[in-house]
């Protein structure tokens, strides 16, 4: 490349680094908007956030572009074509997370007239801040280049899983309690998965960064598992 090529690349490069980590704020901040609005049935506040995806979506759009650009037009290599690459599967999970967000906000009407049990309702509040956390971090960890940082990202996962569980028992048990109907209890477990799902993607988020840092994958360890059984099975 030519200098001034090479540093229209670079420009663009960081283009798509600030719109990754805004997507990542800006589902961290529905996290809690949305979590605020289920525990206060408030139906035209889940309706603001539904509408509110639609930036997600174009700004997710914009930085596909921007990559499919840089692969395109500047043929890039080595460390430059793993950013790009990684940059192409975060902008998925994190628009993905996105969409769970909305998932949730669409859930608030249907919850319309159930009263949540007080434990119910700490547990969604325990599960949002688990979740904003892991998304946070994992963004973090993405802007900071850090791969220590990445990899605390499974332990953080367990901690909402077992908050998932816990949440799962307790929405059962108010309906086998009478609290709530059964439709409402399995909308509420429906819910539970949401918020689990979006700590599996901030964990997707950070090993990316693990591969963007070191060019090493978990999966690539059992591909080496897989690839000696080849080998062995051939001699």
């Not at 997710?60 to 650009?69: F, P, R």
């Not at 434990?119 to 904003?132: F, K, N, T």
């Not at 998932?164 to 009478?178: K, M, P, Q, R, T």
């Given at each position: 490349?030519?200098?001034?090529?090479?540093?229209?690349?670079?420009?663009?490069?960081?283009?798509?680094?600030?719109?990754?980590?805004?997507?990542?704020?800006?589902?961290?901040?529905?996290?809690?908007?949305?979590?605020?609005?289920?525990?206060?049935?408030?139906?035209?506040?889940?309706?603001?956030?539904?509408?509110?995806?639609?930036?997600?979506?174009?700004?997710?759009?914009?930085?596909?572009?921007?990559?499919?650009?840089?692969?395109?037009?500047?043929?890039?290599?080595?460390?430059?074509?793993?950013?790009?690459?990684?940059?192409?599967?975060?902008?998925?999970?994190?628009?993905?997370?996105?969409?769970?967000?909305?998932?949730?906000?669409?859930?608030?009407?249907?919850?319309?007239?159930?009263?949540?049990?007080?434990?119910?309702?700490?547990?969604?509040?325990?599960?949002?801040?688990?979740?904003?956390?892991?998304?946070?971090?994992?963004?973090?960890?993405?802007?900071?280049?850090?791969?220590?940082?990445?990899?605390?990202?499974?332990?953080?996962?367990?901690?909402?899983?077992?908050?998932?569980?816990?949440?799962?028992?307790?929405?059962?048990?108010?309906?086998?309690?009478?609290?709530?109907?059964?439709?409402?209890?399995?909308?509420?477990?429906?819910?539970?998965?949401?918020?689990?799902?979006?700590?599996?993607?901030?964990?997707?988020?950070?090993e990316r960064v693990e591969f963007l840092v070191t060019g090493e994958l978990p999966e690539h360890l059992g591909a080496n598992r897989a690839r000696a059984r080849r080998e062995q099975d051939d001699c």
């Open positions: 490349m030519t200098e001034e090529v090479r540093t229209e690349f670079h420009q663009l490069m960081d283009e798509v680094r600030a719109d990754l980590v805004q997507m990542g704020g800006m589902v961290a901040e529905g996290i809690s908007a949305v979590s605020a609005a289920l525990l206060a049935g408030d139906i035209g506040g889940a309706d603001q956030i539904i509408a509110a995806d639609d930036e997600l979506d174009l700004l997710s759009l914009e930085a596909e572009e921007k990559c499919v650009q840089l692969l395109a037009l500047q043929q890039p290599v080595a460390v430059d074509l793993r950013t790009i690459l990684t940059d192409l599967r975060m902008i998925s999970e994190i628009e993905r997370s996105g969409d769970l967000v909305t998932n949730i906000a669409k859930a608030v009407a249907r919850l319309h007239g159930s009263e949540l049990e007080p434990r119910v309702r700490g547990l969604i509040d325990r599960m949002r801040e688990q979740a904003v956390k892991l998304t946070a971090r994992a963004m973090d960890a993405y802007a900071e280049r850090d791969a220590g940082l990445a990899s605390v990202l499974n332990d953080m996962d367990d901690v909402l899983d077992d908050l998932h569980n816990e949440y799962i028992v307790a929405v059962f048990a108010s309906h086998e309690l009478g609290k709530i109907s059964i439709q409402h209890a399995v909308q509420l477990a429906v819910v539970g998965r949401f918020y689990e799902r979006i700590g599996d993607h901030a964990v997707n988020v950070a």
